[in-house]
């Protein structure tokens, strides 16, 4: 692997993680609302972002979770499946913007596994915490997106990661 993707990669890890911590109260409730979770649109401009996303959420839910191992397997297995549904969706894309707002339905749509999760240890009502946990995914994302269009501007997504 390249130093500058894996420099990159450890930079997204890393305010992933960062952005996560400074919101820890409201980021592993049933009421999900991961600020950090809009890092997730990074894949709409580079598939290669998916490492960097994917490292920053098992380190948080590592070492933040109260979840434990659970955690790990679906916090972790819920956004492999969500920036993968998202990576393979962009043969049939057109547009950043509409990308971005399919990547927000995908993980908002997808949040029922971290409802499953949080259901088999704290016994909550499931469908409940789906509606709480996908609308806190929901309004993140939408909020991404004007947010990482007017990054991407200045920063150029799409070549920053490549060499």
């Given at each position: 692997?390249?130093?500058?993707?894996?420099?990159?990669?450890?930079?997204?890890?890393?305010?992933?993680?960062?952005?996560?911590?400074?919101?820890?109260?409201?980021?592993?409730?049933?009421?999900?609302?991961?600020?950090?979770?809009?890092?997730?649109?990074?894949?709409?401009?580079?598939?290669?972002?998916?490492?960097?996303?994917?490292?920053?959420?098992?380190?948080?839910?590592?070492?933040?979770?109260?979840?434990?191992?659970?955690?790990?397997?679906?916090?972790?297995?819920?956004?492999i499946l969500a920036l993968g549904l998202t990576i393979f969706?962009?043969?049939?894309?057109?547009?950043?913007?509409?990308?971005?707002?399919?990547?927000?339905?995908?993980?908002?749509?997808?949040?029922?596994?971290?409802?499953?999760?949080?259901?088999?240890?704290?016994?909550?009502?499931?469908?409940?915490?789906?509606?709480?946990?996908?609308?806190?995914?929901?309004?993140?994302?939408?909020?991404?997106?004007?947010?990482?269009?007017?990054?991407?501007?200045?920063?150029?997504?799409?070549?920053?990661?490549?060499?």
């Open positions: 692997m390249k130093t500058k993707f894996l420099t990159v990669s450890a930079i997204i890890a890393a305010l992933y993680i960062a952005v996560s911590i400074l919101i820890a109260p409201f980021g592993f409730t049933n009421v999900q609302f991961r600020i950090s979770e809009m890092f997730n649109h990074l894949v709409v401009f580079n598939k290669k972002y998916m490492i960097g996303i994917v490292i920053g959420v098992f380190i948080t839910n590592l070492f933040f979770s109260p979840y434990g191992t659970y955690d790990l397997v679906f916090g972790v297995g819920q956004s969706s962009a043969r049939f894309m057109k547009g950043q913007v509409a990308h971005m707002i399919f990547n927000t339905v995908v993980f908002t749509f997808t949040m029922f596994i971290i409802a499953i999760e949080i259901h088999l240890l704290a016994k909550l009502p499931i469908l409940l915490t789906w509606l709480y946990c996908a609308a806190g995914e929901c309004a993140v994302m939408a909020v991404g997106i004007p947010v990482m269009t007017a990054l991407n501007k200045r920063i150029n997504f799409k070549k920053l990661i490549e060499d």
